[in-house]
């Protein structure tokens, strides 16, 4: 079964520029999930896809951040000016259903530096 | 208040050693709980779910107390491969919330 394919693996842009990242999840898995992984802390949850709607983005920096999942496949996650703080990893990661009883699957992440 | 806390350690252990991690989380209504490994630079892998009846798997045993809304893991005879950052998660609110982690340093 292949796995959560992201990228790019390395971004580095300057604070203002934009930024995008995509994902394709695992084939058949309809949540899809966009996590921010700050160095020394755990992922937090930036935004939940069921199929191609919004579950949950009570979390997602809207006035910079924006994501999209057109067709209920691949999803990408834009960020619309950089600042400093948004320096992380963001991982992408799929299940197979909401409540993720099975695990979560990540993928790599994309790891981004903005200077 | 963190939904999940966790001690951040890093626990420096010498092969062979026990181990034991804690966390705790603030919501009661949490409804299902799991530990995720995730090595350096890599991203977190499902290692094993928790339950209240206690789970064993290997040299792994993981344990849930609700009443103290309190889980554990306990690594037994640990060898160099188990080095990595172990996350409490719990399911809530529709959605996997991540304690910090706890970094584990296995030394020979």
């Known amino acids: 079964e292949a796995g959560v394919a992201q990228s790019p693996r390395y971004k580095i842009i300057e604070k203002r520029q934009s930024v995008a990242f995509w994902c394709n999840p695992i084939?058949?898995?309809?949540?899809l999930y966009w996590y921010q992984q700050i160095l020394g802390q755990g992922p937090k949850l930036l935004i939940q896809f069921q199929n191609n709607g919004v579950v949950d983005d009570s979390q997602l920096p809207k006035d910079r951040f924006s994501a999209e999942r057109l067709k209920g496949v691949d999803s990408t996650l834009k960020i619309q000016p950089a600042k400093l703080e948004d320096s992380a990893v963001y991982l992408c990661?799929?299940?197979?259903?909401?409540?993720?009883?099975?695990?979560?699957?990540f993928g790599s992440g994309t790891r981004l530096t903005v200077v | 208040r963190k939904e999940v806390e966790q001690d951040p350690g890093p626990f420096n252990v010498p092969e062979g050693a026990t181990v034991a991690f804690n966390c705790t989380y603030s919501n009661s209504a949490s409804q299902s709980f799991f530990w995720y490994r995730q090595d350096c630079r890599k991203e977190p892998k499902l290692l094993m779910s928790?339950?209240?009846s206690g789970n064993e798997d290997g040299r792994f045993t993981a344990q849930l107390n609700r009443a103290s809304q309190y889980i554990s893991l306990l690594i037994r005879d640990s060898k160099l491969s188990d080095s990595a950052t172990y996350l409490c998660?719990?399911?809530?609110?529709?959605?996997?919330?991540f304690g910090q982690g706890t970094t584990l340093q296995v030394k020979p």
């Open positions: 084939s058949g898995h309809a949540t």
């Open positions: 928790v339950y209240s």
């Open positions: 998660v719990v399911f809530n609110t529709g959605k996997l919330i």
């Open positions: 990661a799929s299940s197979l259903e909401r409540r993720g009883l099975g695990g979560y699957t």
